[in-house]
């Protein structure tokens, strides 16, 4: 079992250091080069220690466009590239604000208010968000398989209603987008948008995110019949006689964290398309993931993550 962080956020010098951040250009360039480089700063594209901050000549104070320059390959950069934040316009001050309230907020935050609250434009208030969840998503080629305790579920998502009824079909038949999660107890939650919730296709995302020596907990469903042979063991509730635990035996966990997604939709967002969705549970299994930090932490290891990845304006519908 993995041991919790008691942390306090009065603990935490982020806490401290953020609202300056928000507010502020010069600090909050200053904060995000102190995540990314500590006390080494060096150059993005060689590597060289031997860089220095480039400053007005008329004034001794900082360029305004907060330019370092080495001295080995001659070249200028900035603390932007090679992030999600490259080549974009808007201030760090707002990229800050913006990632402290989306890795704080359990829920998620909304377009709509970050714009309001940064006083910018809808589409750059959107562009921001998808940047920074993406910056939250999760590297599948190195992330580790679950092991231990292993609750699997599915959820459903969106979706139009039965003509004329205004409800939704349940079960299978259902028009909403299916999303399967494995969550592993006191760990790491994995989640994707899946095709259906056929056996073929759970128990082939089962095999990719989950040990072989791990104990599977599932519902009844006919779906994941058959995986005990793979697994060390394999235990179901059945909901439909209303069991929902035995014992140790539940999915109570990955209810759990299919019940936020459903308060973030229904509360945050209303609405978001199939063809979007992964981001959105991109950030909602990286605040899981992250959830034994204080939110000054988390903020911090968001930013990081920023770090190594750019999200062009055209996209793969699969990125």
């Given at each position: 079992?993995?041991?919790?962080?008691?942390?306090?956020?009065?603990?935490?010098?982020?806490?401290?250091?953020?609202p300056?951040?928000?507010s502020?250009?010069?600090?909050?360039?200053e904060?995000?080069?102190?995540?990314?480089?500590?006390?080494?700063?060096?150059?993005?594209h060689?590597?060289?220690?031997?860089?220095?901050?480039?400053?007005?000549r008329?004034t001794?104070?900082?360029?305004?466009?907060?330019?370092w320059?080495?001295?080995?390959?001659?070249?200028?950069?900035?603390?932007?590239?090679?992030?999600?934040?490259?080549?974009?316009?808007?201030?760090?001050?707002?990229?800050?604000?913006?990632?402290?309230r989306?890795?704080?907020?359990?829920?998620g935050?909304?377009?709509?208010?970050?714009?309001?609250?940064?006083?910018?434009?809808?589409t750059?208030?959107?562009?921001?968000?998808?940047?920074?969840?993406?910056?939250?998503?999760p590297?599948?080629?190195?992330?580790?398989?679950?092991?231990?305790?292993?609750?699997?579920?599915?959820?459903?998502?969106?979706?139009?209603?039965?003509?004329?009824?205004?409800?939704?079909?349940?079960g299978?038949?259902?028009?909403?987008?299916p999303?399967?999660?494995?969550?592993?107890?006191?760990?790491?939650?994995?989640?994707?948008?899946?095709?259906?919730?056929t056996?073929?296709?759970?128990?082939?995302a089962?095999?990719?995110?989950?040990?072989?020596?791990?104990?599977?907990?599932?519902?009844e469903?006919?779906?994941?019949?058959?995986?005990?042979?793979?697994?060390?063991?394999h235990?179901?509730?059945?909901?439909?006689?209303?069991?929902?635990?035995?014992?140790?035996?539940?999915?109570n966990?990955a209810?759990?964290?299919?019940?936020?997604?459903?308060?973030?939709?229904?509360?945050?967002?209303?609405?978001?398309?199939?063809?979007?969705?992964?981001?959105?549970l991109?950030?909602?299994d990286?605040?899981?993931?992250k959830?034994?930090?204080?939110?000054?932490?988390?903020?911090?290891?968001?930013?990081?993550?920023?770090?190594?990845?750019?999200?062009?304006?055209?996209?793969?519908?699969d990125?």
């Amino acid at each position: 079992m993995r041991e919790r962080k008691t942390h306090h956020l009065s603990n935490s010098p982020t806490v401290a250091e953020i609202p300056l951040a928000c507010s502020n250009e010069l600090a909050a360039v200053e904060f995000i080069e102190k995540q990314r480089w500590g006390n080494d700063p060096h150059c993005i594209h060689c590597g060289s220690v031997d860089v220095y901050k480039m400053t007005d000549r008329k004034t001794g104070e900082r360029n305004k466009r907060f330019l370092w320059r080495c001295n080995d390959c001659k070249k200028q950069y900035t603390v932007r590239v090679g992030t999600v934040y490259e080549e974009t316009r808007l201030p760090l001050r707002h990229w800050c604000y913006a990632f402290w309230r989306m890795a704080t907020s359990k829920k998620g935050v909304a377009a709509l208010e970050l714009k309001r609250q940064l006083n910018i434009s809808y589409t750059s208030a959107l562009f921001l968000a998808n940047r920074i969840r993406f910056a939250m998503s999760p590297d599948v080629e190195t992330a580790p398989k679950l092991t231990g305790t292993v609750e699997c579920d599915e959820v459903y998502i969106g979706g139009k209603p039965r003509p004329g009824t205004g409800k939704h079909k349940r079960g299978r038949g259902t028009s909403k987008t299916p999303v399967f999660v494995a969550v592993e107890r006191d760990g790491q939650i994995r989640r994707r948008v899946v095709a259906d919730v056929t056996g073929a296709t759970l128990k082939a995302a089962i095999r990719e995110v989950v040990e072989t020596s791990a104990n599977l907990m599932t519902d009844e469903n006919n779906s994941y019949n058959g995986l005990a042979p793979e697994f060390a063991s394999h235990e179901t509730v059945c909901h439909g006689t209303k069991e929902y635990a035995r014992g140790n035996v539940h999915t109570n966990t990955a209810e759990s964290s299919n019940a936020l997604v459903k308060r973030g939709l229904m509360g945050i967002y209303h609405n978001v398309s199939k063809e979007y969705l992964h981001r959105y549970l991109w950030q909602w299994d990286f605040c899981w993931n992250k959830r034994y930090m204080n939110d000054g932490e988390r903020t911090v290891a968001a930013i990081h993550a920023a770090e190594g990845k750019r999200l062009m304006y055209k996209q793969p519908t699969d990125c």
